[in-house]
């Protein structure tokens, strides 16, 4: 599976938009873009998922480059419970495809 | 709401206790896997299950065993604890077909003395 990369952590303030990059520039054509998060002391939780549109869904929105070589998740207002460890994944579709989860991001949010 | 749900989410055990942790999930998954996530390493694949008694080895397999003996169910045995067992250990499980979205338990935080 294709290597991301991320920043080490961002902040922003409560009821702002949180934007969250990652850098995929290896990834293939068959290879989705997944994001989870973790909440401390938490399992990771899923967010969204896309192959090359943008996705929205109820807790944020997936935007992909047209090259497919980098993404954007958006929280469109961030709220104090959405500090945590954000992954940005790369991964094949198919049986069994485990997810590889990097360092991630640290957002924090404040008041 | 898919639901996965494992049995503590502290445990303290002694060396050379034999360990099991449960994971159970409502959704009718066919596909379960353990992690564990430590400091610095990220998620790492211990075992994973994508049927009924069928199981595949993941990244980092020794000194663990698994069963699943009903579809719901999968199990982490540490056969012999070790204190480099001492771990956050996750169960995640996922249906069929496409995209296999993981959905993950709360997670057993397991302290081997």
């Known amino acids: 599976d294709a290597k991301t990369t991320q920043p080490t952590s961002m902040d922003c303030a409560e009821g702002r938009a949180a934007n969250l990059p990652c850098n995929h520039s290896?990834?293939?054509?068959?290879?989705?873009v997944y994001w989870y998060r973790q909440i401390h002391s938490q399992g990771p939780q899923y967010i969204i998922h896309g192959l090359k549109n943008n996705e929205t869904n109820e807790m944020a929105s997936l935007i992909i480059t047209e090259d497919r070589k980098s993404s954007t998740l958006i929280l469109p207002h961030a709220t104090l419970r959405d500090t945590a460890v954000y992954y940005c994944?790369?991964?094949?579709?198919?049986?069994?495809?485990?997810?590889?989860f990097g360092k991630g991001i640290t957002l924090s949010v404040r008041p | 709401d898919v639901k996965v749900t494992q049995s503590s989410r502290y445990l303290v055990k002694r060396t050379g206790e034999k360990v099991f942790l449960e994971c159970v999930q409502d959704m009718d998954h066919e596909n379960m896997f353990w992690y564990r996530q430590d400091p610095g390493l990220g998620l790492r694949l211990i075992y994973f299950s994508y049927d009924v008694k069928m199981k595949e080895k993941g990244d980092i397999p020794e000194g663990y065993s698994v069963s699943r003996e009903k579809k719901e169910r999968f199990s982490l045995i540490l056969e012999s604890a070790s204190t480099n067992q001492t771990s956050m250990y996750l169960c995640?499980?996922?249906?069929?077909?496409?995209?296999?979205?993981?959905?993950f338990g709360p997670g057993t935080r397991l302290l081997v003395l």
């Open positions: 995640a499980s996922s249906g069929t077909p496409v995209l296999e979205t993981q959905y």
């Open positions: 290896t990834i293939s054509g068959n290879e989705y």
């Open positions: 994944i790369v991964r094949r579709t198919g049986a069994n495809s485990k997810l590889t």
